[in-house]
């Protein structure tokens, strides 16, 4: 059984930064793509980064030059550092694996 446990979300002021993490299990993670989503209050859920098996990435344009997804094989792990964070960036964060298999997801609000 696949499992994604998204973590690291929380409350942060404009400007601050903050590192998701995404934990998989039941996959063969290093061969797989990871992806990072969000969806704000009453919008659609929305791409944000991807990376592939040989560690390309591609970012939605929004987030270019913000947000960096990493990933780490040796524990099963995806990342989505994220810094100059922007109210825009509210949202509920979610761990796609695959282009299956999605996390429980994860809050992160922006605000001052």
């Known amino acids: 059984q696949v499992q994604l446990v998204e973590s690291g979300g929380g409350l942060v002021q404009p400007g601050g930064s903050l590192r998701l993490s995404c934990v998989a299990s039941?996959?063969?993670?290093?061969?797989?793509?990871m992806a990072w989503y969000r969806q704000a209050p009453g919008k659609e859920r929305e791409l944000v980064a991807v990376i592939r098996t040989i560690g390309n990435t591609n970012y939605a344009d929004s987030v270019k030059g913000r947000f960096t997804i990493s990933r780490d094989n040796t524990k099963n792990t995806v990342y989505l550092q994220m810094n100059s964070l922007k109210p825009e960036d509210t949202a509920v964060y979610y761990c796609?694996?695959?282009?299956?298999?999605w996390g429980q997801g994860t809050q992160v609000t922006v605000s001052s």
């Open positions: 039941g996959i063969f993670f290093s061969t797989n793509v």
């Open positions: 796609k694996a695959a282009g299956t298999y």
